[in-house]
């Protein structure tokens, strides 16, 4: 590569005739440039003046204002696309006429069932026995014998021997009106309390239990004597 | 005043609405534009024409200046593009190669008078370098840029490196090439014209 003293050395050397002349061979004429120059710098102070009041002000307001408004509104919009799902929720739709029918046919049922009762697993109910709320496992048992006075202090005494306790969801509350009986007992006791109600009052059918894994299961008894 | 700030400095100035920063460009490269002008139209007209038109139109066309290049770089590009269009709208449509029509339908074959000065017009710098001048169109478009970069638009070797996108070393080589083909051109004519004085 050559260096630069080697190239000025060309331009000043035998080419320096050459090289004078492509520097200095052309130049505008004095009164040319003189005359232009007026006409340029009337010309660069009015852009100059126009870019200064641009600067300055839009509409009246500085440029920062604008500025702000534009970052403003791009962060909006930003924020809006971001939480389109929460803002733009699809409204509901109506519902179709076989939806309707389920529907109130659901309710129906529900309002038939003894509202004193505790929920059982129709009830829908999901998850775990700690965070299940007021459900826990449940066994249902129909007798086929009557209810009496009898069998239900058998019944107390069953509950009170496992640790439990018992309520009657009849209407009345007394055993001459009862319907069905409901016992409360821990869960680990569950079995043996099965088989007492087995030998006292005749079980006819007894439910698989549903467990909700809670420490206390609710022993549903019902009397329907034939 | 601004003889020490940089060019981008300049246009900043102007930008933030002071004259001042285009005055000083305009003594930058008013002399400049003007060379590489003359060099491509070779009349003092049209070069006066093209550079007011240059200039004119520089305040408003700073908005494409973006600063991804030098301003130099961009005021050469800017200037090139308005020297060639000038010379598109003067070049006239009818060929030089055909011939000329007569009256009574003959032809003749053209006979084109060539403008520029001959060596025996060197009397003065002025016409010296007119005659370098007009021996600018014979050198390869490599080394006629390298030419302009260097002489006319007065950038550095590696700015026109830069420029041109080779390296310094090919600049300089091209350069020195340049010269020496410029001398050579310049010296056989003067020979050729010596010999038909004896």
Same mark, same amino acid.
């Given at each position: 590569?050559?260096?630069?003293?080697?190239?000025?050395?060309?331009?000043?050397?035998?080419?320096? #005739?050459?090289?004078?002349?492509?520097?200095?061979?052309?130049?505008?004429?004095?009164?040319?440039?003189?005359?232009?120059?007026?006409?340029?710098?009337?010309?660069?102070?009015?852009?100059?003046?126009?870019?200064?009041?641009?600067?300055?002000?839009?509409?009246?307001?500085?440029?920062?204002?604008?500025?702000?408004?534009?970052?403003?509104?791009? #962060?909006?919009?930003?924020?809006?696309?971001?939480?389109?799902?929460? !803002?733009?929720?699809?409204?509901?739709?109506?519902?179709?006429?076989?939806?309707?029918?389920?529907?109130?046919?659901?309710?129906?049922? #529900?309002?038939?069932?003894?509202?004193?009762?505790?929920?059982? =697993?129709?009830?829908?109910?999901?998850?775990?026995? =700690?965070?299940?709320?007021?459900?826990?496992?449940?066994?249902?048992?129909?007798?086929?014998?009557?209810?009496?006075?009898?069998?239900?202090?058998?019944?107390?005494?069953?509950?009170?021997?496992?640790?439990?306790?018992?309520?009657?969801?009849?209407?009345?509350?007394?055993?001459?009106?009862?319907?069905?009986?409901?016992?409360?007992?821990?869960?680990?006791?569950?079995?043996?309390?099965?088989?007492?109600?087995?030998?006292?009052?005749?079980?006819?059918?007894?439910? $698989?239990?549903?467990?909700?894994?809670?420490?206390?299961?609710?022993?549903?008894?019902?009397?329907?004597?034939? | 005043?601004?003889?020490?700030?940089?060019?981008?400095?300049?246009?900043?100035?102007?930008?933030?609405?002071?004259?001042?920063?285009?005055?000083?460009?305009?003594?930058?490269?008013?002399?400049?534009?003007?060379?590489?002008?003359?060099?491509?139209?070779?009349?003092?007209?049209?070069?006066?024409?093209?550079?007011?038109?240059?200039?004119?139109?520089?305040? *408003?066309?700073?908005?494409?200046?973006?600063?991804?290049?030098?301003?130099?770089? !961009?005021?050469?590009?800017?200037?090139?593009?308005?020297?060639?269009?000038?010379?598109? *709208?003067?070049?006239?449509?009818?060929?030089?190669?055909?011939?000329?029509?007569?009256?009574?339908?003959?032809?003749?074959?053209?006979?084109?008078?060539?403008?520029?000065?001959?060596?025996?017009?060197?009397?003065?710098?002025?016409?010296?370098?007119?005659?370098?001048?007009?021996?600018?169109? #014979?050198?390869?478009?490599? $080394?006629?840029?390298?030419?302009?970069?260097?002489?006319?638009?007065?950038?550095?070797? $590696? $700015?026109?490196?830069?420029?041109?996108?080779?390296?310094?070393?090919?600049?300089?080589?091209?350069?020195?090439?340049?010269?020496?083909?410029?001398?050579?051109?310049?010296?056989?004519?003067?020979?050729?014209?010596?010999?038909?004085?004896?």
């Amino acid at each position: 590569m050559r260096s630069d003293e080697q190239m000025e050395a060309m331009e000043a050397g035998e080419d320096s #005739a050459v090289v004078r002349a492509l520097k200095t061979g052309a130049t505008p004429a004095p009164e040319f440039r003189a005359r232009f120059k007026q006409s340029f710098l009337s010309e660069a102070e009015s852009d100059a003046r126009r870019r200064k009041a641009y600067k300055l002000s839009i509409l009246g307001l500085p440029r920062f204002y604008i500025n702000l408004a534009a970052v403003g509104a791009a #962060a909006a919009l930003v924020l809006t696309a971001l939480t389109y799902s929460v !803002w733009f929720r699809p409204a509901h739709t109506l519902k179709t006429a076989e939806e309707l029918r389920q529907s109130v046919a659901v309710t129906e049922q #529900a309002d038939s069932e003894p509202h004193n009762m505790l929920l059982g =697993p129709r009830s829908g109910a999901r998850g775990f026995a =700690p965070d299940a709320g007021d459900i826990a496992d449940a066994v249902y048992v129909e007798c086929s014998t009557p209810l009496t006075d009898e069998v239900q202090g058998t019944l107390e005494l069953i509950a009170v021997e496992a640790g439990g306790a018992v309520e009657c969801a009849g209407a009345g509350g007394s055993a001459g009106e009862a319907q069905a009986i409901v016992l409360t007992v821990p869960s680990d006791v569950l079995d043996h309390v099965i088989g007492r109600l087995g030998q006292v009052i005749g079980t006819a059918k007894v439910s $698989q239990p549903v467990h909700l894994n809670s420490k206390q299961v609710t022993v549903y008894i019902t009397f329907s004597p034939d | 005043m601004y003889s020490d700030a940089s060019d981008e400095q300049l246009i900043q100035l102007h930008l933030s609405g002071d004259p001042r920063g285009m005055e000083a460009i305009y003594e930058r490269y008013f002399d400049r534009i003007y060379r590489l002008a003359y060099s491509k139209l070779r009349s003092t007209e049209d070069a006066e024409d093209v550079t007011s038109a240059i200039f004119l139109k520089l305040c *408003r066309s700073l908005d494409s200046f973006r600063g991804e290049a030098k301003f130099s770089t !961009w005021i050469y590009t800017v200037a090139n593009n308005a020297v060639m269009d000038s010379i598109r *709208r003067r070049r006239p449509n009818v060929s030089l190669d055909a011939d000329l029509r007569v009256d009574g339908g003959d032809s003749v074959p053209r006979e084109i008078e060539d403008e520029a000065p001959g060596p025996e017009d060197h009397v003065a710098d002025a016409d010296f370098a007119r005659y370098v001048y007009s021996k600018l169109d #014979a050198l390869p478009p490599g $080394q006629r840029s390298v030419i302009e970069l260097r002489y006319f638009m007065e950038l550095s070797y $590696q $700015q026109i490196a830069d420029q041109l996108g080779v390296e310094l070393g090919t600049v300089k080589s091209r350069l020195n090439r340049a010269i020496a083909a410029l001398r050579s051109l310049v010296s056989t004519a003067e020979e050729v014209k010596a010999s038909a004085f004896r």
